[in-house]
């Protein structure tokens, strides 16, 4: 193994490489000055011309509870008709892509112990997205839906920011495309103005240490298998 770098370098490397998605969370509360200083130097993110075409709707206490309970409602109804706004997937799945979205997802069934074909098991775990895995800060992000392709790529680097200032703070996260499919009840319990477009949702708060789930360990390519050097 290399030697680790030193300093800053050392540093902003280790808090990446810490960060991961975290599925269970302890009740901890978090400061709402702890939210605001993630907030503060994520909003550093480069942006096209300095847009900054975040949006962030922070939700704790009755609010969260709120948002929470609607969204399970309609999740447990299994109404038809809930399709998200935009395709954050491909329509269809194909190699190498399919291999790595099946490893995780049966990686961490695997951690659960629901077994292939256990449909209530699975729609269980996929409520607890809708309760922020019991993250007490539930966080929304929303974008102007007339925004070109270049705010969304600007938006991704605000999101990499947030989680890696929350990891800075001893806080673990994990972005949620889940909610996409109730983005309407999303915008009606927030207050969305007409143009505000869903992107989002993430938890923020202290990662429960004995959840099985949390012991999920994913893979990342190696670089010859996506990087091209012209010399």
Not at 68 to 77: E, I, K, N
Not at 160 to 188: E, F, S
Request: net charge negative; with cysteine.
């Amino acid at each position: 193994m290399a030697d680790a770098e030193p300093g800053a370098a050392g540093i902003v490397d280790a808090v990446m490489a810490g960060r991961h998605a975290v599925r269970a969370f302890l009740p901890t509360p978090v400061p709402r000055a702890s939210v605001e200083a993630i907030l503060a130097v994520a909003r550093r993110a480069p942006s096209g011309t300095n847009l900054q075409p975040w949006r962030v709707h922070v939700l704790t206490g009755a609010a969260r509870q709120r948002l929470v309970d609607a969204v399970c409602a309609a999740y447990d109804a299994d109404e038809p008709g809930h399709q998200a706004e935009y395709d954050y997937y491909s329509a269809e799945f194909f190699e190498p892509y399919l291999a790595r979205r099946r490893k995780i997802g049966w990686g961490l069934y695997g951690l659960l112990g629901i077994e292939k074909g256990d449909v209530s098991r699975m729609r269980a775990q996929m409520r607890r997205n809708f309760e922020f895995f019991g993250a007490p800060v539930g966080l929304v992000f929303s974008i102007d839906r007339r925004m070109g392709r270049g705010g969304w790529l600007d938006y991704g680097m605000f999101l990499q920011n947030v989680m890696l200032a929350a990891k800075a703070r001893g806080l673990d996260t994990c972005p949620q495309v889940a909610w996409l499919d109730y983005h309407r009840i999303i915008a009606a319990e927030l207050g969305f103005t007409e143009q505000e477009m869903l992107v989002c949702g993430m938890c923020l708060g202290h990662a429960d240490p004995d959840a099985p789930e949390n012991r999920l360990a994913t893979e990342r390519a190696a670089l010859g298998d996506f990087v091209v050097f012209h010399e």
